[in-house]
């Protein structure tokens, strides 16, 4: 089956480049692509003029919506994964990692085993820990998808914090309008599968947004105008 | 062991041997030992007066053990893991396992002495036979509880295979897999013990099978009884690398 079709994209460094499109779009596995965990049959992904072979922690980590965090470590040792496998002592990636813990409130959490954390706080450990490993990139595939509407909202705000802090490229999948608005430099619209760029929407506005505001809602219109039809068109397959 | 098990454990001990002492006597006492009679004759095989060569046969049912279960773990992991880690191949060989299994070992074991003699090979083959299985078939099952999302994730930060073998896939199947060991152990004990009991010159199971053969009822009960303490012994060291097993991961 084909996912995706003539996709041609550039993401700038610092960007907050957000994907939106109907479900089964292929969106995730363009995602999967960039991040080197599938190979395009046709055509190729480039990273800062070297072509993506696998995956590449040193340059790419990735969230995705399933946290994917490891039962059997610790916060701590979960978000210290990634620096264990690029042969970081333990002491060293324990600190690097208990300093990612601490503004994301999850300090007393650290000694903690994912079956104990809460679907927000796994989450926010699953970002620490592509955080960790300090690329330049973070892919993030629906990472909010499974959390109640207010966490979404909240988990979107602390992004935005990290992400003004970090200074990182960041392209996210998501079907939620309101979190491309909230979040995004540059939103792309995909098509119904198979996926390809159905439009490309500049949001050139500061941080943080007002989603109630005029300059929003003319976003908004405009972006479900667009989104629209697609998402008709999968309903209807 | 705190104090409101072991109090329970020791009631229900006496109680059987009270009941046990109560009929035996009033039973034919060439078959039937009550616990005052099998207590001596276990004073005189631990003392080495009944059986001087005891602790030889011990030593070789021992070492049976150990190579049988040493081979179950290799074949058996070995196995499970080519069936388990090539889906294909799982498909058309797990099921026969399965059938395999679920005949009743000892109808194998007469092949076994055609095959390997009367001597230790053909208890270690049984041994190895009966531990094989269960350690396959948790290896197998182990390798179908790796959550594959957790290994994309773990690809995704650089995992080459090896790594996510170890990182990944180990700690996920780890309590099945120390479950089948454990349970590998207790089975390979039975073949040998039992491979012993059916057709031998020497081991345990030899030494039981002449006390009651010779009607030494008193005798067998005391040999049936250090049978126990090995199997609870082996069993026991078993249960604390299970315990050390997961608290590694």
Known sequence: MQALTDVSLSVGPREFCTVIGPSGCGKSTLLAMIGG???PDEGSIVIDGRRVAGPDPRRVAMVFQDPGLFPWLTALDNVAFGLELQGIPRAERRRIAADLLGPLGLREFALKYPRELSGGMRQRVAIARALA???????????????????RFLMGEWLLDVWTRARKTVVFVTHSLQEALALSTRVVVMTARPGRIKSVIDLPLPYPRDLESPEIASFRAKLWGELREESLKTMNQ | MRRGVVLPRAAIVGVLALGWEITARSMDPLLYVPPSRVLPALGRLVALESFPYLPEHLWLTLREILIAYALAVGGGIATGFALGLRPGLGRIYAPLLGALYAVPSVVWYPSLMLLFGLGAASKIAFGFLLGFFPITLAVLAGVRQVDPHLVTVARAFGARPGTVFARVMLPSMLSTLTGGLRAGLALSVVGVIVGEVL????GLGYLINYAYGLLRTADYVALVLVALALVLAVDGVAARGERRARRWA
């Open chain 1, 133 to 151: 490993i300090d690329s330049g990139i973070v892919l993030m595939d629906e990472p909010f998808g499974a959390l109640d509407e207010q966490t």
């Open chain 2, 199 to 202: 057709g031998s010159k020497a």
């Open chain 1, 37 to 39: 965990l599938l190979g």
